[in-house]
């Protein structure tokens, strides 16, 4: 399984980004796709993350307000709609694969990651 996550880029205080993760190669029916990101000098933490069959989704709290996880399935694709962004908001994000149901908070059940796109947004 391979993940590229594409779409970061820098923006302004307020503004919006939309990030991509294509998934590709030998994929359960059933998976879940997690978005993490990591800033400079901090621990990697869980942003949102959904299931492929039934499409449950899942938000970090401080970020369910600003942040909606959606998916194409008929393309491998999920997105992250990323609104109202603040400099705090900048880290590379990354994308992660999980066979099965699973589409939780935690990174080490997650199988596969992409690279990661870097996010920065300017105060």
């Known amino acids: 399984v391979q993940l590229q996550a594409s779409g970061g880029g820098l923006v302004q205080a307020g503004g919006s980004l939309r990030l991509s993760c294509v998934v590709s190669?030998?994929?359960?029916?059933?998976?879940?796709v997690g978005w993490f990101r990591q800033a400079p000098g901090k621990e990697r933490e869980f942003v949102a993350s959904?299931?492929?069959?039934?499409?449950?989704?899942l938000y970090a709290d401080s970020m369910k307000d600003r942040f909606a996880i959606s998916r194409d399935n008929a393309k491998n694709l999920v997105y992250l709609q990323m609104n109202s962004l603040k400099p705090e908001d900048t880290a590379v994000y990354y994308c992660?694969?999980?066979?099965?149901?699973?589409?939780?908070?935690?990174?080490?059940?997650?199988?596969?990651w992409g690279q990661g796109t870097q996010v920065t947004v300017s105060s």
């Open positions: 190669g030998r994929t359960f029916s059933d998976y879940a």
């Open positions: 992660a694969y999980k066979s099965g149901p699973y589409y939780g908070r935690n990174m080490y059940s997650y199988d596969y």
């Open positions: 959904n299931s492929r069959i039934g499409g449950s989704t």
